[in-house]
C-alpha cells in the first residue's frame, strides 16, 4: 500500500515538474513574441533603425539561449518521463509530454526564424539609408560645383570668345543630363523611406 502512495506521490511530482517547466517557457515565449513585435519597426532616420537594430540583436543573443536552456530542461525531464526512470506514467500522459515538447521546440524555431527576419529587415533597412545619404553627399557635391560653373558665365566682347564660352555651355549641358539617372535614384530611395514611415505609422494608428 505504501510503496503504491509513493508511486503515485513520485508521479504526481514528475507531471508537476514537468508542467512547471512548460509553464516557466511558454511565459518566456509569450514575453519575447511581444518584445520583438515592439521592435518590427523599420522607420525613423538611420540612428534610429541602428538602435533598434543593437537592441534586436542583444535582445536575440541573451534571449535566445535562455530559451534554449529551458528547452533542454524541459527536454531532459521528458526524457526521463519517457524512458527513464519515470516512464511508469500512463503511455497517453507520456505521448502527450513528447507532442508538447516537439510543439515547444517548433515555436522556439519560429521565434528564432522570426528574429532573423527583422534583424535583416533592419540591416536592409540601414544599407538603404547609406545608399542615400551616400547619393546626397554625390548630388549636393555635383551642385555645388555646378553652381561655381555656372558663376563663370558672363558677358563676352568677341564672337570668338561667346562661341567658346557657348560650347562650354553645351558641355555642361550634358553633363548636366547625364546626372539625371543618379537624381532619379534618390528620388526613388527618398520616395522608398518615406513610405516604410507612412506604411509603419499607419499600422499602428
Not at 71 to 77: D, M, R, S, V
Not at 102 to 116: I, P
Request: contains cysteine.
Amino acid at each position: 500500500m505504501r510503496a503504491s502512495v509513493t508511486s503515485v506521490e513520485e508521479t504526481v511530482d514528475c507531471v508537476q515538474q514537468y508542467q512547471d517547466l512548460q509553464k516557466h517557457h511558454l511565459d518566456w515565449s509569450k514575453q519575447m513574441w511581444s518584445r520583438l513585435q515592439a521592435h518590427t519597426d523599420y522607420s525613423g532616420n538611420r540612428a534610429t533603425v541602428e538602435s533598434r537594430l543593437d537592441k534586436v540583436s542583444r535582445l536575440h543573443g541573451g534571449a535566445m539561449s535562455e530559451g534554449r536552456g529551458a528547452i533542454e530542461a524541459l527536454g531532459k525531464h521528458v526524457a526521463a518521463a519517457v524512458s527513464g526512470e519515470d516512464a511508469r506514467l500512463p503511455q497517453r500522459a507520456r505521448e502527450a509530454m513528447q507532442r508538447d515538447l516537439d510543439n515547444v521546440r517548433h515555436d522556439y524555431d519560429k521565434l528564432d526564424a522570426s528574429f532573423g527576419d527583422v534583424l535583416q529587415g533592419l540591416r536592409g533597412r540601414i544599407a538603404q539609408w547609406t545608399e542615400y545619404e551616400a547619393q546626397f553627399d554625390k548630388i549636393v557635391a555635383w551642385l555645388t560645383e555646378s553652381e561655381s560653373t555656372l558663376k563663370g558665365y558672363g558677358l563676352k566682347g568677341s564672337l570668338e570668345e561667346k562661341q567658346e564660352q557657348l560650347d562650354r555651355f553645351q558641355d555642361f549641358q550634358r553633363i548636366v543630363e547625364s546626372w539625371n539617372g543618379s537624381i532619379q535614384e534618390y528620388i526613388s530611395l527618398a520616395d522608398q523611406l518615406e513610405q516604410v514611415k507612412k506604411l509603419t505609422h499607419g499600422s499602428n494608428t
